[in-house]
């Protein structure tokens, strides 16, 4: 089995491979430049900061149905103690096991090969289990800032929630593009609202991984397009889940992640954004996500903070 | 044995238990308004971005003399795994072990208690070992944006690194003010350099952590005065250490977070900034410093960003 | 709430406490003496061993239901790695994270508490969450081998496996020791068969957990009486879930491990042994279960053998 | 750089590839036969058990040298908690981290590889990160029950504790063999005593890693003519360390679980037993030492019990 004609063909229209020198770890978010970030900067005008987080803890997101992605375990290994002696300042302290793509989190751009490569064409066989990714781990990109713009596809097509079939199409993302009232452009971060999470919020974990909707195989030539920095979604599978295309699992992932070498987030909550957003009837802000710089990490937690 | 009656002294001077209301739980981080935070982003002009975290990895900060407090275990759970079949496309998935106060880091307002109490005169048995921190968590700030300003303490006297046995008095923090070239003001999260932190960067741990230099005993009531939203510096152990008056140990933490409910931050890595504040001539930033969101965490990993 | 006076009632009848010294923390392992082991050892005819853990996986029994009993997360931390140079000799290397208790385990006698009291009239106070338990720990029994006796209870009456509602009861317990043709003595650990534990490996782990069969609140005394050294089944939750008398969890718990002192065992795979006893004609052997030594444990997990 | 016409010398003799048939992946184990066992069990004369394994806690043998074989990490996840209602009988669980090396511990045959290969000439890749050890992992030994001998070669050679440059040879397991006054036959599980772990049981754990005596690249071929079930010793790199020959570093560990397939024990606690012999007058037992089945596991902590 290999992958189809079909993928191939986008494939070779998306691909960044050597754009930013065959050394290049960090593909698209090379497109966030000073420039892009001072602009990002001035759509700061209220102040008002919304948290895009899912709490960290060991009722999370995961099911059990991939194999290791354990939600966190969070323990306490002092509390209140009297570390100098009774009667001391008493301090207490903690330690977690996670799967790092767990929760709220970022891909590397190592995460995902196919026909054994990474992005820049680089040797699938680089992530190595006692280092990790030694090619495009999550500690490559140094931060990650930028101009955060809302596509909210849900509320722009007049819904709370996305269907489970539902693959977000690119005139699905012109629709949201038109709703948020902004262009997309060079370097901005995107994050596509469907909605699915509230499945989650309100406590169906399994009803929140299976089916759904997500992005389509047609959208990586739309980022593409637009030079996108990164997307991230409120997905737990961020394509469609299962797949537009019978036995074309993860071609999204494939096309973003190893041709276009952009990042992707997933499990990011934007339901308070989306109400945020409209309110202040501005759908770009400044967003920071920055990555805990796990050596040699395929993904990381991350907690995203929209800045209005 | 029992907390001198200086220690009282300045407890009372520098209490804020009340004044944000009787539930709150999170302290001084309510001196960051919506307008410090528009404030904040007009700091931004060259676009320039530094990350002030440490790698994430097994050969970290902690030496082990601390119990339960372990370097980051990261560990791959999959490698380029074909998950639906030879030939799909494949991920890898990684998963890690490490305390909460490993590396870089937020101290929660939970994270110390003296005389049986938390921070607002919470009874410190709300940290448990099952749920964690009832109160004054981690996952109580919802977002530390703020203007930042790095007080290079070390640079404002002519030195590299300050010594081991050098407490950070209110004066050195004048010295580094008048150095910034800035006031600190109502909402700011302060930086305070020591240089410290060369110690680990060139590979010694052990000298890193002990006898380390930090903040006296007498800088709360600096920070009290100035109403300043949280601090951190380039240290294992934030405040002088061993401390300046003998076995009062863990002081500063006890003052800041109990009494006044001011976050600490640890093991920052400002050596960067300090170069990029020098180089550009100003030393106040957009700081977002988000912390993972762990329910009942009393600390948390962080990825700080300055954003020039 | 409170437990009511039925509880009580037995709990004086079973009660052991300072009968081997106000000091002692092993309780009923006390009756295993060097002679108990010297007839146990005769017990070894064949010379056939039968291994009764699980397996130690991410797939095992526990469902998420009690918080923190994690299933075991068992990672690669080495993969032939060649750690002294290309071409060298290779290594590979794991590690793990579970719950002590999360499989085949044996339960400390620090296990469980009521009314604020550990087994010997301690305090329950003892466990704390940095050193775990300082009395009654799982470190604490040196060694655990003794003649094994199987009570086959769904072979005595004649089922592969009681119905979950099923009590197990003095009376099951000497129709199981007539049918295994030998005398239950002091120093001796039982093994009662319930057939539960077939939901399990049949690949229902939610069956395997609830309802479940279990030991009746009545056979505290019976073992009590019989001065039994430990006992262990083919459940999840020892004792029968949901319980006989309404609102009275864990009474099992309670008297077998805080009033009498005796260590339980929880998810022993007996079904190739009962095959085993059956074919050989004899349900007693030696049986060796030693506790990994985990200091301050309140359970740990156990890959028992028994040798006919 | 490849390993020299010497070791592949002593590897033909000593190998015992297709031995058992092409698909064994248990080695030697297969020469502890019933009889074996059943012979093993008349070694029981006094009932005294002498535990071997030492205490798991943070304060292990491991310094941190060997990237990811962490000490255990034990952390309370509940204490005395009222599961079902303030009042009812009260909880306490635990978890771990830890690797599985890290303490007392057996070897897979998986663990060690060299040139592509594992025993029985399997490819190494057959350990893979997801899986672990498809091949000769730890789980396939279903039970490690033999006699055992302790070859006790400190006390042999009339010293508390070898020197750390002390090869164990063939010339000093005969000695030692006399001394124990039994001759070592096939099916029995060998204890070599040097006294290393004198030093840390003294706290030095950096004097017990390195330099260590430990097992001469000539033992293999003793144990080969033996044919001995497995071999364990109170050290931390089971054999001399650094190595006789410059430069072939664990040429042991290659000699016995690849070529021979013969499990080793590592970090074995052996003083008390030493003694033990030495009062008894007898160094042959009845050991257990049953390995958790990890599934896919490449080596396990182990609680092993002499029973004289």
């Known amino acids: 089995m290999s992958l189809p004609a079909e993928f191939h063909e986008v494939a070779e229209r ?53 194999p290791g992605r354990v939600n966190p375990l969070h323990v306490m290994v002092q509390i209140n103690q009297e570390v100098f002696g009774p009667g001391t300042v008493a301090c207490s302290d903690d330690a977690v096991t996670m799967g790092l793509q767990a929760g709220t989190h970022w891909d590397a751009l190592s995460h995902v090969s ?5 992005y820049n064409g680089r040797p699938a066989g680089t992530v190595t289990p006692h280092g990790g990714a030694a090619f495009g781990g999550i500690d490559k990109p140094r931060h990650i800032v930028s ?9 722009a097509l007049g819904r709370e929630r996305l269907d489970g079939g539902h693959a977000v199409t690119p005139e699905d993302l012109d629709a949201a593009e038109e709703f948020a009232g902004t262009r997309v452009r060079a370097g ?7 909605g ?13 991984g299976y089916p759904s909707p997500g992005l389509s195989v047609r959208t990586p030539e739309w980022f593409h397009a637009r030079d996108v920095a990164a997307v991230a979604n409120d997905t737990l599978t961020f394509e469609i889940f299962p797949p537009e295309i019978e036995d074309l699992w993860l ?35 400044l967003l920071s996500a920055m990555p805990e710089p796990f050596t040699g990490g395929t993904g990381t937690p991350v907690a995203p903070v929209a800045i209005l």
């Open 147 to 155: 101009r955060g713009v809302l596509l909210d596809v849900a509320r």
């Open 251 to 285: 071609a999204v992932h494939a096309l973003d992640l190893v041709e276009m070498g952009m990042p992707q987030g997933q499990n990011w909550n934007l339901e308070e954004l989306s109400t945020a957003c409209g309110e202040v009837g501005r759908h770009s802000f």
């Open 114 to 118: 196919h026909s054994g490569r990474l």
């Open 196 to 208: 699915q999470i509230r499945s989650y919020l309100a406590g169906d974990r399994h009803a929140y």
């Open 14 to 66: 998306v691909n960044n491979w050597g754009r930013w020198g065959p050394d290049d770890e960090i593909g698209t978010l090379n497109l966030i430049t000073d420039e892009v970030v001072r602009e990002a900067a001035t759509c700061v005008r209220s102040g008002l900061r919304v948290p895009l987080a899912l709490p960290l803890r060991q009722d999370g997101v995961q099911t059990g149905v991939i």
């Open 188 to 194: 901005d971060i995107v994050l596509v609202r469907t």
